[in-house]
């Protein structure tokens, strides 16, 4: 007599061969995207119009920038919690220098670079300090928030450059914000830099293991600098972005960065752990943030309850994609 039990069998194991191939770290954000994009289509009229998405990619634009330098820190294993001070900090320094000096349009490459330096300080002091990144950027979040404020006095301030509102509400392609366009565009030369280039391969190796990477020749500690100095530098110009978008620089800039930034780079499925991930898995996160303000606030759920969910997405994406770094420890 017959059975088709090794049939059955040999087809669950070709089922559960399949599962485990699944890399849910990847498959996970996606799919939360199409959850989202339809959960929201189906209970509000507004959220699939061809202007909430002009509005949304807006106010995506910065948040990206800001996260792509954030997600060499986390893939090498570190943490960057300045990421919304430096922002700060960075466009009290813009619209100081816009109304204070004749620099102009210059003022771009010179806040970039006044980023950078703000990057490389947090670098220094948790390379060579050999003090947490936690502890370190905990520690300047509170210093830059400080400065921005005493810059600022506390008080919104107006640029005064006339063109410069273009560089974020203009659209160089219709129904494409040039925040955004320009979001794309860092995104896409981030991706190419993690791996296409030494400094990218490095924070992969750096990120799966520091000893092994020390031990094969790689200058750690410099390239976790570069790190720090590239966060800065983007933060930066997520910054004036911002300040250009706004039409002004005020206390409130990039006080949402902290928790977003983080969730966006954990969400798209840049593992804690270091080693996973990367700024290619960050616009996956980037837009599921962008999709939760957006539709949440058309279904009129109140802020405190966005940052409950916010934070229950970012708990939830870390226990689905965990499987891939069990062996591996927090630094």
Not at 163 to 169: H, K, V
Not at 316 to 325: G, H
């Amino acid at each position: 007599m017959q059975t088709d039990l090794p049939n059955v069998s040999a087809k669950t194991n070709r089922a559960g061969d399949f599962l485990r191939a699944i890399d849910k770290s990847f498959w996970f954000p996606v799919g939360v995207v199409v959850a989202l994009f339809v959960f929201f289509s189906l209970t509000t009229d507004s959220f699939a119009t061809l202007r909430n998405f002009t509005a949304v990619s807006g106010q995506a634009g910065a948040l990206l920038i800001a996260c792509l330098g954030g997600s060499f820190i986390i893939l090498m294993g570190s943490i960057d919690l300045s990421i919304g001070a430096m922002v700060l900090l960075s466009g009290a320094v813009g619209v100081t220098l816009i109304n204070g000096t004749p620099l102009g349009f210059a003022v771009i490459p010179v806040v970039t670079a006044i980023g950078c330096l703000f990057g490389l300080l947090n670098g220094v002091i948790y390379v060579y300090g050999r003090i947490p990144s936690f502890i370190v950027t905990l520690g300047t979040l509170s210093v830059f928030s400080g400065l921005a404020l005493k810059i600022l006095d506390g008080r919104a301030i107006e640029f005064n450059l006339p063109g410069f509102e273009t560089l974020s509400i203009g659209q160089a392609i219709p129904h494409l914000p040039n925040i955004t366009l320009c979001a794309l565009i860092a995104w896409a030369l981030m991706v190419f830099v993690a791996v296409r280039t030494r400094f990218g391969r490095y924070m992969y190796l750096i990120g799966g293991g520091e000893t092994v990477a020390h031990t094969a020749g790689v200058p750690v500690r410099r390239y976790k600098l570069y790190a720090f100095i590239v966060a800065g530098g983007l933060a930066a110009i997520a910054a004036l972005l911002s300040v250009a978008r706004l039409g002004a620089s005020g206390p409130s800039l990039g006080s949402d960065l902290l928790l977003n930034s983080l969730a966006a780079i954990v969400v798209g499925g840049t593992s804690l752990s270091g080693g996973v991930g990367g700024p290619h898995r960050t616009l996956i996160g980037v837009l599921i943030i962008a999709m939760l303000d957006n539709g949440l606030n058309l279904l009129g759920v109140s802020q405190y309850s966005q940052m409950m969910i916010k934070g229950a997405v970012v708990i939830a994406a870390v226990l689905v994609s965990r499987e891939s770094s069990l062996r591996v420890s927090v630094k």
